[in-house]
Nanobody, 119 residues
Framework: QVQLVESGGGLVQAGGSLRLSCAAS????????MGWFRQAPGNEREFVAA????????VYADSVKGRFTISRDNAKNTVFLQMNSLKPEDTAVYSC????????????WGQGTQVTVSS
């Protein structure tokens, strides 16, 4: 069992930055690939970024490539999402998740943190 708690969301002006954190409980955190997802009102949840268990490999959605950076600190059981050059269209609830045997759908999910970017 893994519990995930996101933090770091808030209100920021366009062009600003935020750093999201996802703290995990459980001794097996370092064995999981991790992902960040977001969901805006009326939209489907969408993939943002992912990182493998060791932190040696990352992947990003085209919409955030070059602006967002995913990283992890396995000693602290935490995964981060550094978000720079934020745009109003980045406004959403951001959630982290572990990758399960069938992908993220059957992984563990946090409750999410709200990010609002004003124009």
């Amino acid at each position: 069992q893994v519990q995930l708690v996101e933090s770091g969301g808030g209100l920021v002006q366009a062009g600003g930055s935020l750093r999201l954190s996802c703290a995990a409980s459980g001794r097996t955190f370092s064995s999981y690939d991790m992902g960040w997802f977001r969901q805006a009102p009326g939209n489907e949840r969408e993939f943002v970024a992912a990182i493998n268990w060791s932190g040696s490999s990352t992947v990003y959605a085209d919409s955030v490539k070059g602006r967002f950076t995913i990283s992890r600190d396995n000693a602290k059981n935490t995964v981060f999402l550094q978000m720079n050059s934020l745009k109003p269209e980045d406004t959403a609830v951001y959630s982290c998740a572990t990758r399960g045997s069938l992908g993220y759908k059957n992984g563990y999910w946090g409750q999410g943190t709200q990010v609002t970017v004003s124009s």
